[in-house]
């Protein structure tokens, strides 16, 4: 069965600190995608990254990066020189490919203090 | 990227009335579309998938009898919440599978249903 842990609910961090948030999931299919949405407090969905399980190559894009680790089943997004417009809640998801829909994590409600 | 709306955006109702929320693929075709719950505070869970001219498939636990799902085109999936009840308070959130890019799922901007 498909599941996706994201063991840190909540983070608060200082602004231009660096923060990395956890994920772990579980599938027993070998193809699969990993997704990271940051949720705002208007509720909409923003897509941050999608990533197939063939592709292990870790992804930068600006101050975001994610880390890729199949040996670990982990997908951790790491947020350099955090800014207060981070705060959000962050939702790790997978999706099988042939069934398609998404799991997603619990959350993690990251805080980024002035 | 593509754009999926859902109308109302927030609507307010009396118990055991009916709400219907629409969700819209603007500039792509959907054969797909997905219905997503999510309680204050607590993750998206998926109510039940949609195909375009065939019945929903709803998760378990979820009624069938109770959210009414409609795929009438491949444009338009609708939720019924039927004789609402204030437990079925929640954010309601649709996505839509591109019928041409098969694995890009895109989000709409959820409808906040309360019910007094």
């Known amino acids: 069965a498909q599941k996706v842990t994201q063991a840190q609910t909540e983070i608060s961090v200082v602004e231009k600190e660096d923060v990395t948030l956890d994920c772990v999931y579980e599938t027993r299919d070998t193809t699969y995608y990993l997704f990271w949405y940051k949720q705002p407090p208007s509720g909409e969905l923003v897509f941050l990254i999608r990533?197939?399980?063939?592709?292990?190559q870790n992804e930068i894009s600006g101050r975001y990066s994610w880390n890729f680790q199949k040996s670990t089943s982990s997908f951790n997004f790491t947020i350099t020189a955090s800014q207060v417009v981070d705060s959000a809640v962050y939702f790790c998801?997978?999706?099988?490919?042939?069934?398609?829909?998404?799991?997603f994590g619990k959350g993690t409600r990251l805080h980024i203090l002035p | 990227g593509a754009v999926v709306s859902q109308h109302p955006s927030r609507v307010i109702c009396k118990s055991g009335t009916s709400v219907k929320i629409e969700c819209r693929s603007l500039d792509f075709q959907a054969t797909t579309m997905f219905w997503y719950r999510q309680f204050p505070k607590q993750s998206l869970m998926l109510m039940a998938t949609s195909n375009e001219g065939s019945k929903a498939t709803y998760e378990q636990g979820v009624e069938k009898d109770k959210f009414l799902i409609n795929h009438a085109s491949l444009t338009l999936s609708t939720l019924t919440v039927t004789s609402a009840h204030p437990e079925d308070s929640s954010f309601y959130i649709c996505?839509?599978?591109?019928?041409?890019?098969?694995?890009?799922?895109?989000f709409g901007p959820g409808t906040r249903l309360t019910v007094l």
């Open positions: 996505s839509a599978r591109d019928r041409v890019s098969y694995n890009e799922q895109f």
């Open positions: 998801a997978l999706s099988e490919v042939v069934v398609d829909k998404i799991i």
């Open positions: 990533r197939n399980s063939f592709d292990e």
